[in-house]
């Protein structure tokens, strides 16, 4: 895929806390804030996080006017479980790891060479979304 290419798949999430989630995305895996819409009571209507020619759009759960928030769950309402994952490539899967260790996530499955190429670790949000992080990049 070229460098200036747009994303044509694009993750959305739901989270209970999404101003505090963004921070943490942008913080964390190095996300850019493109777009943010706030809402009342400290709520997000639409945010979009932009990650080199890829974006992740995410909300606020629970919306009750949200017709398709109520479409889905948050891991802590389905014991963790989750329906989907996200795969984040990165230059440095290590460096990444590092930062996700100073902010205390969850760290599922630890850094490690892959029999496929590449090199990555999977982890848990603070609220409980998988994400796999790493140098894999399919489209090299």
């Known amino acids: 895929m070229a460098a200036n ?3 044509t798949l694009i993750p959305c999430l739901r989270y209970r806390n999404a101003p505090a989630a963004i921070e943490w995305l942008c913080n964390t895996f190095g996300f850019d804030k493109q777009m943010v819409v706030p809402g009342e ?6 945010a979009q996080l932009a990650f080199g020619n890829g974006m992740l759009m995410l909300g606020s759960a629970d919306r009750k006017d949200s017709e398709f928030d109520k479409l889905m769950k948050q891991p802590d309402d389905i014991g963790g479980a989750q329906t989907q994952t996200t795969y984040l490539v990165v230059p440095d899967a290590d460096a990444v790891y590092e930062r996700v260790r100073r902010a205390e996530a969850d760290i599922v499955i ?8 590449g090199r990555g670790f999977t982890c848990r949000d603070l609220e409980g979304h998988v994400w796999s992080v790493g140098n894999y990049d399919p489209f090299a």
């Open 5 to 7: 290419s747009k994303a």
């Open 41 to 46: 009571n400290n709520t997000i209507l639409h």
């Open 110 to 117: 630890d850094i490690k060479d892959e029999d496929y190429g």
